[in-house]
């Protein structure tokens, strides 16, 4: 899949437009080596813009939803009208601090 997204931005880059990237990091099963890993691969895209996001949006009735209920970080009665966003927990500091340096070493990207 890695090679596709690779050559698929090389040829967008060949055009005379100007690509942006979006990265959700803290979904379930992410650990510090995989973000990390995921926000090398962004970087080696080679795009004008990134936009990282910290959490994924938890939609009614998922497979999501009954993870995070199960995991005590939403309530199962939560109709989920408000946006929720899960977050691998104890994660969410250090992807906040992690995304925050990231996007202030490279132009262009933001969160």
Avoid at 90 to 104: K, Q, R, S, V
């Amino acid at each position: 899949m890695r090679v596709l997204l690779i050559s698929a931005n090389t040829e967008t880059l060949n055009m005379p437009t100007m690509a942006m990237g979006f990265l959700m990091l803290g979904g379930p099963g992410e650990t510090r080596d995989t973000a990390l890993e995921s926000l090398s691969f962004a970087d080696r895209l080679g795009l004008e813009s990134m936009h990282l996001t910290v959490g994924v949006r938890i939609y009614p009735y998922t497979d999501l939803a009954r993870r995070a209920a199960a995991e005590g970080l939403i309530d199962p009665a939560d109709d989920l009208l408000r946006p929720r966003f899960y977050v691998v927990p104890g994660l969410a500091d250090w992807l906040h601090e992690t995304a925050a340096e990231w996007c202030t070493r490279r132009p262009g990207w933001f969160y």
